[in-house]
């Protein structure tokens, strides 16, 4: 349990761990002194005991979700840029990054404990009531990945000129690239270069936009492509 206490003004050494203590010694503390953890949470200061040790190892139950835990943290770190344009209707970008790690936790991370992999074509990289294209495609060739589709506007919230976010993602390198705005639904071809990769595999995804920022639709996943 938390006991909120007072602010923060004098150091204390103690076990060779360091707290941070305030208004005096009848103060609260940050940092860690013996046994107890003082930290600051929404203006307020508060003190808890540390954590007993784990007496029995953990399940391997525990340790598979330890495993898909730090698998699809990794990844979130790598798409967090774009998550920032991509889930627009959340504020914060920690917020945003929260709802993109349940989902794609949830659906996209498959095998059996240890071997653990993400299966790209069922990430979420948005999420909107926009539609995405029909008769989606993509091929690479030259260095660059090329998106065609075929224009479906007055589909529910969609216009002619709702811009395209065009994804692509290389597990080698823990890199996301992503281009906002390259063509719009009209246009039904949009060119991602990608020769910066060359001879690696790329994950390749469709979003779009509308120009306003107000609506997006469901990323489209458009295939794994070796980059000549």
Not at 18 to 34: A, H, P, Q, R
Not at 155 to 165: P, V, W
Not at 188 to 201: F, H, I, M, N, P
Request: include cysteine; hydrophobic fraction near 40%.
């Amino acid at each position: 349990m938390f006991v909120p206490v007072s602010k923060i003004s004098l150091f204390i050494l103690k076990n060779k761990k360091m707290g941070i203590v305030l208004n005096g010694l009848l103060g609260g503390f940050s940092g860690k002194v013996g046994p107890v953890i003082g930290c600051r949470y929404k203006g307020k200061t508060y003190l808890r005991s540390l954590p007993g040790k784990r007496k029995n190892p953990p399940s391997e139950l525990q340790l598979a979700q330890q495993v898909k835990f730090g698998m699809m943290c990794a990844f979130n770190a790598d798409m967090q840029a774009l998550f920032w344009h991509t889930f627009d209707a959340v504020g914060k970008t920690a917020e945003k990054s929260k709802i993109a790690f349940g989902q794609n936790l949830k659906y996209a991370v498959m095998g059996e404990y240890p071997d653990f992999y993400i299966d790209f074509r069922k990430v979420v990289l948005s999420k909107g009531l926009l539609h995405n294209v029909v008769e989606l495609s993509a091929t690479a060739a030259g260095g660059k990945i090329q998106f065609n589709w075929h224009d479906n506007n007055g589909e529910g919230l969609t216009r002619n000129d709702d811009e395209t976010i065009l994804v692509a993602y290389c597990p080698e390198n823990k890199e996301t690239l992503f281009r906002i705005g390259t063509a719009l639904r009209e246009d039904e071809v949009a060119e991602l270069d990608v020769s910066a990769y060359k001879g690696q595999t790329l994950h390749t995804w469709i979003i779009f936009r509308s120009r306003n920022c107000k609506y997006i639709s469901i990323s489209e996943y458009t295939g794994a492509f070796v980059v000549e």
